[in-house]
């Protein structure tokens, strides 16, 4: 199983809660950095660096699920950590979650937790974490690419 790293701020802590109920019970090793409680004025940066630097430590190895309103602000967070692909998704087809790991790579999904319901979320991250990058060598050049940028 995997090691994943979990983080929201107030907007996703109902929806982060089921969803580290989920992992655990598909028996991954979760490792939910917060928020711990309901608290309307914190701030998301406060709960998404921490699981992007995580993720940053073993990027091939380690993955983060990120929680926030939109996602949007969790995503933008998350990508500032060296190492860490994060993809957004807020609903739609999962075709976009699947891709995001398939040709991209992603080690860190930003979940739109107002966007979702809680089913919706959890078809997600089980889409995103049974989805296998592809091998393809287009694949690889482009993620290649996107290391150098961060040497």
Do not use: C
């Not at 107002?114 to 990058?133: C, D, H, Q």
């Amino acid at each position: 199983m995997k090691k994943i790293f979990i983080g929201s701020d107030h907007a996703g802590f109902g929806l982060k809660n089921r969803i580290v109920e989920f992992l655990k019970g598909q028996g991954h090793d979760v490792h939910d950095l917060g928020a711990h409680k309901m608290d309307e004025k914190d701030d998301y940066p406060d709960f998404i660096l921490p699981v992007a630097r995580k993720v940053a430590e073993k990027p091939d190895e380690y993955l983060g699920i990120v929680l926030g309103g939109s996602g949007q602000g969790e995503a933008l967070a998350a990508n500032k950590v060296k190492g860490v692909r994060a993809a957004l998704y807020y609903g739609g087809p999962l075709d976009i979650v699947t891709l995001s790991r398939q040709h991209n790579l992603a080690n860190v999904l930003s979940l739109g937790a107002r966007f979702l319901s809680e089913k919706e979320a959890i078809n997600a991250v089980g889409k995103w974490l049974s989805t296998p990058w592809s091998t393809e060598e287009r694949h690889a050049r482009r993620i290649n690419k996107i290391k150098q940028t961060e040497k």
